[in-house]
């Protein structure tokens, strides 16, 4: 049994991890984060029924009609912990302290290398990947989506492809990201009567759309760089995330690095609300149990004396779910395998 005195949560190791940005990672601007109390348990999903029209005809001297009251479906979570520990021995402290071993051989004096800092970073780095990678996958898998509200680009169709149907006549090339865009935001109006707001672009691929010959030829006299340009340009008016995060899927740190971007050539829109109300609609939930502290993701530091090293360890309690499937819009392979 470890010391309570020795086994507890550092609050500066915590602030650090929750501040620390290594990369730009989005999982959480698309699938929010919910606190929630238990590690599993029922939510609601929301109903429609506040868009029924009830025969509300009264005849004098009969009672009104009698309506029931909202039918709830349900669905469940099922937080699973995810959790990295390091270590850093006095060994390493003292060669960081001295003024050889390790020292900096040019301006004299220890390295300025903080082991423990560090060791907290690397973990949780490696949760936060794991976090964006499973919100990454869960979006782009089409299976999650009702079929309408997936579009697949194919050839000379998809927005890095300027092929013309009448050569030099700009409104005739077969790719149209505006149209394209646009035919999502109706879909989920339609099925939710919201309009999205929030798109997901690869940051790569927005030089092509900026660029294409349709978009160019409708705003030849407007400048990009105006305020809410973008907005303009493909006629969305929301938050814009240019996503770029990737991972090393090398699987070890000695083998040849191999990095892959989580976010492929897909383009993505739909409905972010962050709210805690029942009659909130989303696209997704990021349910996450908070520990004892309070804290999401705490760091936990302790002594291990037979090992003559400090340990620290991040966590974080979550589960993943599509809360409302139709508040969400995938158009696969927006961008052809060559554009970037």
Known sequence: MYDPGQLYVDPILTQ???GFKDQSLYGTEILPITPVRT???RYRVFDRSDWL????????????????GRKWSEDTFSVTEHSLQSFVTDEEYQELNSQG???DAVFGGALQIQPMQDATKLITRSILLGHEKKVADLVRDTGNYAGSHVDTLTT??????YTYATAGAQDTIVSNPVADIRKGIIKVWNDTRRYPNTLVIPRMGISWIENHPRIVERFKNFSLTEPNAFQTLTGFEGR???VDSLYNNANSVDATASYVDLWG?????????????????????TFAQPYPDGSIRPIDRWREEERKADIVRASMKYDLKIVSATAGYIIKTAFSTTAF
């Open 16 to 18: 650090l991890s929750l």
């Open 39 to 41: 590690q599993s348990g």
């Open 53 to 68: 029209i009830f025969a509300d005809v009264r005849a004098p001297g009969t009672v009104a009609n009698e309506v029931t």
């Open 101 to 103: 071993g390790l020292a």
């Open 156 to 161: 000379t169709k998809q927005w890095d492809d």
């Open 240 to 242: 814009i995330l240019l």
């Open 265 to 285: 050539k897909d383009v993505w829109l739909g409905i972010v609300d962050g709210e805690m109300g029942q009659n909130t609609q989303t696209f997704g939930k």
